[in-house]
């Protein structure tokens, strides 16, 4: 690999300033994966880099999983790294922590390029392969650090804090969208819950269990009847309580009350006595 960005400044490049200032050019290549490396550059550490992710590929190849296809989109802020399908960004390598670029003159299929991680602060080499354009896209990380370094200049070296600026929003901006997503699975997934815990089997019928007292038993209630019980030796259930047994007492008798016995229940010297105590409780006045 002996392609970096020391090319000579008298080669046209491929594409306009303006569309690696104000939009981004687009390739789609297999992406090998990543790995740390030693060195911020150098032709070596690339190609140590290049046989490690080439064998971690064999191994997956041979489990049956496939290279992953991204799509590039390089500007002159950097080398988005994105699902060709989702569109979802997985790396954003901002220019300014790029610190070489090559592609493989053994093996014109692959290219790399060297980033500098703005949380570990390791240094980091992307492999991807590209049947027909590694040339091509290693030209164009070229031509937007040259583009890069000539408005780096003319603003006296303030749009360097202002890209440092955009990628930490973007970051951000990465970082929030990831939490909402999360969030609304984690809502849909109790959405879920609370239906399914409202609906009730097919066929099934849902019954309110009945109060107890604080004996765990069901309060009698005296107005609804006694739904007898069939008897253990096959014979017919009794006949329910007519309305005078239910007046009764445990014992079978019924109970008494003086006041409204017949007067021939009780001898007459009772009986005398009982009228004149029912007088007496007809006119108001005390018991002695």
């Known amino acids: 690999m002996n392609r970096a960005f020391n090319r000579k400044r008298d080669k046209s490049w491929m594409h306009t300033p303006e569309a690696l200032a104000k939009h981004f050019i687009a390739y789609n290549a297999k992406f090998l994966g990543n790995t740390e490396v030693d060195q911020p550059k150098g032709t070596e550490i690339v190609r140590d880099a290049v046989r490690k992710l080439k064998f971690q590929r064999h191994i997956k190849k041979s489990e049956g999983q496939k290279v992953p296809k991204v799509e590039l989109q390089i500007s002159?802020?950097?080398?988005?790294?994105?699902?060709?399908?989702t569109k979802d960004v997985l790396h954003n390598c901002q220019l300014h922590r790029i610190s070489f670029c090559a592609d493989d003159k053994t093996d014109k299929r692959i290219f790399t390029f060297i980033c500098k991680d703005s949380e570990s602060n390791k240094h980091l080499c992307y492999v991807f392969d590209s049947e027909k354009c590694a040339e091509e896209i290693t030209l164009t990380i070229g031509q937007a650090f040259d583009l890069a370094?000539?408005?780096f200049l003319e603003s006296g070296g303030k749009d360097v804090e202002t890209r440092k600026q955009i990628g930490t929003l973007q970051k951000r901006i990465q970082e929030l969208e990831s939490e909402n997503s999360e969030l609304k699975k984690q809502l849909q997934n109790l959405e879920e819950q609370l239906r399914s815990s409202k609906v009730s089997p097919a066929g099934s019928i849902s019954t309110k269990p009945p109060s107890t007292d604080i004996f765990d038993m069901i309060p009698f209630s005296p107005v609804?009847?006694?739904?007898?019980?069939?008897?253990?030796?096959g014979a017919p259930p009794p006949p329910p309580a007519r309305a005078a047994d239910l007046r009764k007492d445990l014992f079978g008798a019924e109970p008494f009350d003086p006041f409204i016995c017949g007067a021939a229940d009780f001898p007459p010297d009772?009986?005398?006595?009982l009228d004149e105590m029912q007088r007496q409780r007809w006119r108001g006045s005390k018991w002695d």
């Open 270 to 273: 009772i009986q005398s006595k």
């Open 149 to 151: 370094y000539k408005k």
């Open 224 to 233: 609804e009847p006694l739904v007898p019980l069939p008897a253990s030796n």
């Open 76 to 85: 002159i802020y950097g080398v988005k790294i994105l699902d060709p399908k």
